[in-house]
């Protein structure tokens, strides 16, 4: 069965708008999507110049380094395929 309800974030629980039509302990999966965008990033402040990016500073590390210039050289390399005659 597949219904969809609408309902609002509470930490781990979520209020629902209506009734499930099912049973208590009924097993569920739950698959969550925002109807809104999403706000501005934990930390962020009106007014602020700060980027995501020096709000992240604090907490980067050597690994993430790592990722970025990994992710740069796997774009950089030439995947045009010659084509010969």
Known sequence: ???IVHG??????I???SETG???GRKVEVILRSNELPGPP?????GSNETAA???????????DRILD???????KNSRREITE
């Open 42 to 46: 934990p930390g962020w402040k009106p």
């Open 54 to 64: 020096g709000m992240m500073a604090s907490s980067w590390t050597e690994e993430d």
């Open 8 to 13: 609002i974030v509470h930490g781990k629980t």
């Open 70 to 76: 990994e992710i740069h050289l796997q774009r950089s």
């Open 15 to 17: 209020k629902l708008d």
């Open 22 to 24: 099912l049973e208590d």
């Open 1 to 3: 069965m597949i219904k």
